[in-house]
């Protein structure tokens, strides 16, 4: 589920497929992130432009860049550079537009167009159909994809779903952060949700203003006039740990380490759920 969030480091791929010198990240990144110094490949079937008083470079025409295992699609590719004290010059802004995709190996983002900034290392795709697909994941948002490559952050704004499996977490935003593994390779560590959450799977569904999913312990908090359904059995509180590998679910007045200001509520239905789907407690 949420290790499709942390697909989302195709977004990075693009980001250093396109830049000149991207900065130098402290670990490898995000399945193969490339540092740049390959070649750079771009096809249009209507040709190239360069427009050299506007500082730029324009592909037209099922326009595709390619460097290492990273390919950029989209109608339109523009390259905007800028001339170094060093008598060089560096790229410092791609726009796509049109039917833009970006694939790497096992992975495909789509999005209507994108922008990616090298000073703010920061990559934005909008559309009317953003989805990112991989073997076992699938991420949609409404209004925008994000990846800021410094901070090490995916965002799935608007609507936002990620779906594994029967497993899914939404909300209004969700937040991907990244930290490096043995490998020193960059990987999702941890999931906020902001704004009308749900979390759903076959035996239960949660909801709560905002939430937490932690992908190794497979733990998901929730905060704010949460709600547990299982069957017809229902547990309210303010706070809710949802344990997605235990089915165990625990529900409080408050956060653990504050006093809680409200009354845990459950309505138990004879016959719906069982002690071993889970449990509630104050």
């Avoid at 497929?17 to 490339?34: D, E, I, M, Y």
């Avoid at 939404?170 to 930290?179: E, H, I």
């Amino acid at each position: 589920m949420t290790a499709g969030l942390g697909r989302l480091r195709s977004l990075a791929l693009f980001a250093a497929l396109c830049a000149a010198a991207p900065a130098p990240l402290a670990a490898q990144g995000l399945s193969g992130l490339q540092d740049g110094k390959g070649p750079l490949e771009i096809n249009a079937d209507q040709g190239i432009e360069w427009q050299r008083n506007r500082n730029r470079y324009i592909a037209r025409g099922n326009a595709r860049a390619t460097r290492g295992g990273v390919v950029v699609y989209g109608d339109v590719l523009t390259a905007y550079y800028r001339t170094l004290k060093t008598g060089g010059t560096e790229i410092h802004r791609i726009e796509a537009d049109g039917n833009v995709r970006i694939v790497s190996k096992g992975e495909t983002i789509h999005g209507d167009n994108g922008v990616y900034s090298v000073d703010k290392g920061l990559l934005l795709l909008r559309g009317n159909d953003l989805r990112l697909i991989t073997e076992q994941d699938q991420v949609r948002a409404r209004d925008s994809l994000e990846y800021w490559q410094h901070q090490r952050a995916a965002v799935a704004r608007g609507n936002a779903v990620a779906v594994r499996g029967d497993k899914e977490i939404r909300g209004d935003v969700l937040t991907a952060y990244f930290t490096p593994n043995a490998k020193n390779r960059l990987e999702i560590s941890t999931v906020k949700a902001d704004g009308n959450v749900q979390i759903s799977t076959p035996a239960e569904f949660a909801t709560g203003d905002g939430g937490v999913y932690y992908v190794k312990q497979e733990l998901a908090t929730l905060t704010g006039a949460v709600k547990v359904t299982r069957g017809e059995n229902q547990l309210n509180g303010e706070y809710a740990e949802v344990n997605m590998a235990t089915g165990v679910s625990r529900l409080m007045g408050a956060p653990p380490g504050r006093a809680g200001t409200t009354r845990v509520r459950s309505l138990l239905v004879p016959g719906s759920g069982s002690k071993k789907d889970g449990d509630g407690g104050s």
